[in-house]
């Protein structure tokens, strides 16, 4: 059963530790690899979270930094957990290496910002959407149809984990009216499901659903956007692209994404208008 927790997170979470306590006494990556006779990539690629430290090299270098007691204690813990495989880890040989790194991410997140120019929000997806979507990608007509299978099972598992389990995460998405009427499936009652999935999913207290209206001009340029809170480590974002996503987490950057989404929120309708208006084109496929 799918549980939310992130190593991939507390990976990240180590990296970034390790690095504040190299900075915090002045030695550069060059000067810890020389005095531990590592390599300068090897450092670097510990502080980046690209390579999983062994329990061995978190007590060689908190012993470097002087680190000892609680502090330490946590270090060690953070690689003890970072170690655990998260259930999405099963499917990495079929689902692109990025996706894996933001469901991890995810499963740790307590609030996901969503900005869909074209499809409706991943979380918000029925099964039925999603294999649309999938038939409707040319990318994936070349894929083994295992493949899309897990891709679909992955999708629905982050929307039971996420959305309708214990301490689910809040969910805010922006999307724009035209997402109503694109057409994915071959029977227009797959739009009718989606939608009216929709209705039941924005009742939901830690969902918040907004549409920006046909009329309205996008405020914002960018496409496709997820931006991620986390308790205790720094904003993330993933923007998706064609040859696939990719994370931005240099500090002003997130912020540009927050200050775009805010925008979109302020000329998105309200929740109630929204919902009508979702309403109102579930007749739309009712043909």
């Known amino acids: ?74 270090l060690v813990t953070l690689r003890r957990d970072a170690a655990r ?17 933001l469901i991890g991410m995810e499963a740790e997140a307590t609030v996901a910002r969503n900005w869909e120019p074209q499809i409706v929000p991943g979380l918000l997806q029925t099964e039925g959407y999603v294999l649309g979507v999938h038939n409707a990608n040319q990318e994936s007509s070349l894929l083994p149809p295992s493949w899309i299978q897990d891709r679909v099972e992955i999708r629905l598992a982050r929307q039971r984990t996420l ?20 057409q994915y ?10 939608l009216v999935h929709l209705i039941e999913v924005s009742e939901l207290e830690h969902v918040d659903m907004r549409v920006l209206p046909q009329d309205v001009p996008p405020p914002v340029s960018t496409g496709a956007f997820l931006h991620l809170t986390f308790p205790d480590f720094q904003d993330v974002v993933y923007e998706e ?47």
């Open 1 to 74: 059963m799918p549980q939310r927790g992130s190593p991939a997170l507390r990976r990240r979470r180590l990296g970034l530790e390790l690095r504040r306590l190299r900075e915090g006494l002045h030695l550069t990556g060059d000067e810890v690899s020389e005095r531990l006779r590592w390599s300068t990539a090897k450092v670097s690629r510990i502080e980046t979270a690209k390579t999983l430290a062994s329990e061995a090299d978190v007590e060689v270098l908190a012993d470097l930094y002087g680190v000892d007691g609680s502090l330490r204690e946590v």
């Open 85 to 101: 495989k998260g259930w999405w880890e099963r499917y990495r040989g079929s689902v692109p290496d990025d996706y894996i790194t």
């Open 163 to 182: 959305l309708h389990e214990a301490d689910p995460l809040t969910h805010v998405s922006v999307l724009h009216e035209s997402v109503l009427k694109n």
């Open 185 to 194: 499936g071959d029977d227009p009652r797959v739009m009718r499901d989606q």
């Open 241 to 287: 692209l064609l040859p696939g996503g990719r994370f931005v987490e240099d500090v002003e950057k997130v912020y540009q994404y927050e200050r775009a989404f805010g925008y979109l929120m302020e000329r998105a309708l309200d929740e109630t208008a929204s919902q009508e208006i979702i309403k109102k084109t579930i007749k739309y496929w009712d043909r």
